[in-house]
């Protein structure tokens, strides 16, 4: 059962222009979305994030937009850069009974940004 | 850099056999997080430890283990390997309980012959 979904295997927009990256999630418990940046040989690196009672979290040329309703939440990036060029992840959490939280990660959109 | 030590980086082994992998997290970070990604797959989350404990579990398989020592580095131990288990293995820290932004290492690529 995949809770976060990322639909998109792969992106590609020119330099300059906007990049829009979607994420799909299922379950209603999930309070707090991220969103990671990967390069290859590298681990994940955190980009931006967003609580559930916002709708909108902006950090410079990122932007994440958050539907509750539609459970679903996007990434834009404005202008896009070739060294945007990376696999981004959607993930989501809740935080369980007993204290214990769940993370839980789409499989990537990989973007490619073109000269 | 983001401070997560991850050893080794490379792995090679044959089927039936018993890995370690290490993961020495952020100065500081009280909670540590193991993650397996294999081919067309996204992070799968395997096991949560907050300050030596067990926190939570996700699709961790019997033959997997992990454990946080009271220096708070982890290890993770895959035994009966199988083909399938050739992944990429990441660690990942954060300073408290409450996920969000994690640090990531750079992962220990397993291929399992």
């Known amino acids: 059962d995949q809770q976060v979904k990322q639909n998109s295997p792969s992106l590609s927009v020119q330099e300059g222009r906007i990049s829009i990256l979607n994420c799909d999630y299922t379950n209603s418990m999930f309070d707090y979305f991220l969103w990671y940046k990967k390069y290859p040989a590298e681990g994940p690196t955190f980009l931006i994030s967003i609580s559930s009672i916002k709708d909108k979290n902006e950090d410079g040329r990122f932007t994440v937009f958050l539907n509750k309703s539609a459970k679903h939440l996007s990434l834009h990036i404005v202008p896009s850069q070739p060294g945007d060029s990376a696999v981004y992840f959607c993930a989501a959490s809740a935080m369980l009974r007993g204290g214990s939280e769940k993370l839980v990660f789409g499989k990537g959109t990989k973007l490619t940004v073109n000269p | 850099d983001s401070g997560v030590t991850q050893t080794p980086k490379h792995l090679i082994t044959a089927t039936g056999q018993r890995v370690t992998l290490r993961c020495s997290p952020r100065?500081?970070?009280?909670?540590v997080y193991w993650y397996q990604q294999s081919l067309d797959q996204g992070l799968q989350f395997l096991i949560q430890y907050y300050n030596g404990e067990e926190r939570a579990k996700g699709n961790i398989l019997e033959r997997f283990s992990a454990q946080q020592f009271p220096d708070l580095h982890s290890e993770l131990n895959l035994s009966s390997l199988e083909l399938g288990d050739s992944a990429l293995y990441f660690c990942a820290s954060s300073p408290d309980r409450t996920t969000g932004e994690l640090f990531f290492g750079e992962g220990s690529r397993l291929t399992v012959l």
């Open positions: 100065s500081g970070d009280l909670s």
